[in-house]
């Protein structure tokens, strides 16, 4: 393929076919979700040594690279992909992804991509607007008033979470930019925060053994009531508390712990308070769900994934602040948070981001709201979450299953219990139904006991799909 527009043309004409129709038998639920070879066997069947070596791919043999490169992919729009926390993505979102690609606008700095950059502020105030942390009367406004909170995308919610938690040491320790932290932070959360805050602790260079535990509830929702006496604790002990993550929703269970309380504690306390809404945020979106949520409103910070529940493609998140300044002050920039000035047509977001060269993301996210609009959204969720509460209906009712809880979110854990049900047995169920490839589904453990667990993300996936999940799981299990 030459480096020419006109090819790039002939090329897409070419595979276009090939990607609709993996689309469409994956939309059907017809054949498997995953076929998984060998890595080694898999790179030979690529030809990538080839490839790599010799170049000259081009519209003659596309095609059955691709068809190789498409029969070893994840069907994500499978009605039987039900596995992980990732978007079984909207089709409007491959868009964005196309043009970002094609004209490559790296646009942390205004001028290297104008449209994306004003993109990515407007999905920032719609976000913040939801969050209730934007006063202005519209998300187009890109002053900065009194009131309006700020925020900014990244390339995941682990990020987002570590941007987080460097605007909570910015207000708790600003000096510690310069002369490395003062050795006497630490930062409370759930047992089961998310991984990532307890890497973004370590990256830090906090020593992740400074994230304090607060106790959960045996379906490891926090408990509120202990949060007094952990920060007693550790104050005791000479520590300053940074700040304290909530999770909304727990990433295993998608049960979201409660906000308000936790929040109403940091608040009395002066303490920086953070969710973890990377799954769960998008509840703010539905009236009928947003009450998951309530709370937000004394915290300092959240993230929100959009690759998760607002059917984008990966990767895109948000970390958003209630404070205007917050985000300025934690990269430790000169001046107040800055919208565009009178020299410049438009605002450069690099300083308040980790990463350098970013993409616009927030295309993602406005090609689907483009499509679908914020009632189509909202659809998408209020079904997701109220579908998952039938499947727990047909599960925890199956004489041979039990569900340990009654899902908030669209995250379901059970168990096989006819017969043999042990940890090591539940993970043994799942390891065979994903190498047979006809469902995809996780695993997780709940206070040390083993779950099959799924991830209702999927509009496609409906009662009969769930139905013969259970058939497929009973079958592994007499066999
Ligand atoms: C609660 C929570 N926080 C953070 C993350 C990390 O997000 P990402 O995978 O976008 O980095 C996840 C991912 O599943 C999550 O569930």
Known sequence: MKNKASELSV???KILPQIESYIETSMSGRGKVLKQELASKLSGDLNLTKWIKEGGINEDNVSGFLKTYLDNSQRMHHPHYIGHQVSSSHLASAVADFISGAINNPMAIYEMGPSSAVIEQTIINWMLQKAGWFVGDSIEDFTQKDGNGSGVLTHGGSIANLTALLAARARIAPEAWDQGNPGDLVVMGSEVAHYSIARAISIIGMGNRNLVSVPTSE???????HLENVYRQTIESGKRVMAVVANACATSTGLYDPLDEIGQFCNENELWFHV?????ASALVSNKEKHFMKGLQRADSMIWDTHKML?????????LFKNGNSLANTFQQKGSYLFHDKEKPGFDLMPYTIECTKSGIGTKLFWVLAAEGEKGLSDYIDNQYSITRKFHEMISTHPDFECPYYPEANIICFRYVS???GNDYQLALRNELVKQGDFYITSTEIGGVRYLRMTVINALTKEEHISNLLKEIISIAND
């Open 11 to 13: 090329i897409i004409k």
């Open 311 to 319: 059917r984008t493609s990966t990767l895109c998140a948000a970390v």
């Open 219 to 225: 379906m490891e929702v926090l408990k509120p009531e």
């Open 419 to 421: 017969g043999e049900d």
């Open 276 to 280: 973890d809404g990377a799954h769960g």
